[in-house]
């Protein structure tokens, strides 16, 4: 029983990590582009953004495993979100950084906030831990699309 928590773990931890990992390495050659765009004062280090999302990550997969492990009949419908919210994750690393579309990105941050939100609460009636583990991610995604939208304006 112990080793299925912690492949389970250990599974659930990859994903998100993985979608990260894969987000990255499709839209690096957008990094020197984001980098010469005009930004808020307010934008942080660019050194801060690979650690807070790979925080963020782990609070995801932690989350997800938690649901999973808590054997809630509904578990596979509580863990829809955080799959839609993974795809929706990616490609706004796409449209962001790869495609340098900023007000597409934008809107697409807040269809992600809104899946977050659903994530949340799905979560939390499987295990409130889980749901509350989602909160930085919702408070970070929300900061990102204030930055994402000032970046846009910035640069038109």
């Known amino acids: 029983m112990k080793r299925n928590k912690v492949l389970t773990y250990l599974l659930f931890l990859l994903l998100p990590l993985a979608v990260g990992g894969l987000a990255a390495l499709v839209t ?3 990094m020197p582009v984001y980098e010469q765009l005009e930004k808020p004062v307010f934008t942080p280090p ?9 925080l963020l ?28 919210q993974l795809i929706l994750n990616f490609f706004w690393t796409v449209w ?5 579309q900023y007000l597409l990105a934008f809107f697409w941050l807040l269809i992600l ?13 499987a295990d409130p831990l889980a749901g509350r ?12 699309a204030v930055l994402n939208f000032s970046i846009f304006l910035l640069n038109l």
Not at 96 to 100: H, K, P, R, S
Not at 113 to 125: D, E, R, T
Not at 133 to 143: D, K, N, V
Request: proline share 6%.
């Open 133 to 144: 583990l989602q909160i930085p991610y919702l408070l970070w995604t929300g900061f990102a």
């Open 57 to 84: 990550y782990v609070l995801m997969g932690i989350g997800a495993a938690r649901v999973w492990i808590s054997q809630d009949p509904m578990r596979g419908q509580r863990l829809r979100p955080f799959v839609l």
């Open 96 to 100: 962001f950084f790869g495609a340098g």
């Open 28 to 30: 690096y050659h957008g």
């Open 46 to 54: 660019s050194f801060l953004f690979p650690i807070v999302w790979n």
């Open 113 to 125: 906030l809104c899946v977050i939100g659903w994530m949340i609460a799905a979560f939390s009636k």
